[in-house]
């Protein structure tokens, strides 16, 4: 019986090496380029401005906080830490849940609505620049499928999967 230790690493291919630095290289400096947008005109980094759009197309403007966790797929920790950083801009508040003592709310406050209604506009011409307009109608639909199959195969449903918003 072959065993992950014991057998040979299913080395990339010449192909397959190309193919995952791009998409590194590409990943990489596009969450660089985002980032640097949001900061230049929101004073935040892309992740903030992501749980920001979550919690504005919401019912009421709320999710509770483990939601906005795995629409976000980042741990617990790391939201608790963002929304920190967003009450104190005034874009979130945290709101207790009425039926579960240890669960809460993240609610985007007017303010936050407003600094997104701002920040919109040139976010998404920074992504319709950086990707959207470098490809052709065909090649989005096939990045769209692509990354779709890719996220799927990383958040197995299993019970004890091992997800950022589970830790």
């Known amino acids: 019986m072959n065993t992950a230790s014991t057998s040979e690493p299913r080395w990339l291919s010449d192909e397959q090496q190309r193919v995952w630095r791009s998409y590194i290289d590409a990943t990489t400096l596009l969450e660089d380029h985002l980032d640097r947008q949001l900061q230049r005109d929101a004073g935040m980094p892309h992740v903030y401005y992501g749980l920001l759009v979550k919690l504005a197309d919401s019912p009421r403007r709320r999710l509770r906080m483990t939601e906005l966790a795995m629409y976000a797929k980042i741990t617990r920790s790391r939201l608790s830490h963002a929304i920190a950083r967003l009450e104190k801009n005034g874009w979130v508040r945290r709101e207790d849940c009425p039926d579960d003592k240890r669960g809460q709310f993240a609610v985007l406050t007017d ?57």
């Open 111 to 167: 303010a936050g609505g407003e600094v997104l209604r701002q920040t919109a506009p040139g976010h998404v011409e920074a992504v319709q620049q950086a990707v959207f307009d470098r490809l052709t109608p065909e090649q989005q639909k096939a990045l769209g499928e692509i990354m779709r199959i890719v996220a799927e195969g990383l958040q197995p449903s299993e019970a004890g999967a091992d997800l950022p918003w589970l830790r």
